[in-house]
């Protein structure tokens, strides 16, 4: 099984989501609400997520929520 990759673009109200496996293949591409983040990643398996972003505190609490959860963040 090969290491699926998300993106993540975070915004103030909506994130854009783009995960595929590294072949190529798109898992995944939408846009979600801000409420909806945590549940998105806790309902896939164990992946890379990068995020596109300033160094915020929101960056660094959403990493450090997920990083529990297994997923591979690089902060």
């Not at 609400?33 to 990643?41: E, I």
Request: hydrophobic fraction near 35%; glycine fraction near 6%.
């Amino acid at each position: 099984m090969s290491q699926s990759v998300y993106g993540i673009d975070l915004a103030k109200h909506s994130f854009s989501i783009h995960g595929e496996v590294q072949q190529g293949k798109v898992l995944t591409h939408k846009t979600i609400t801000r409420s909806k983040v945590l549940s998105t990643f806790a309902n896939i398996p164990p992946a890379i997520i990068d995020m596109e972003a300033r160094e915020t505190s929101q960056r660094k609490t959403f990493g450090q929520t997920n990083e529990e959860k297994l997923h591979k963040i690089p902060l």
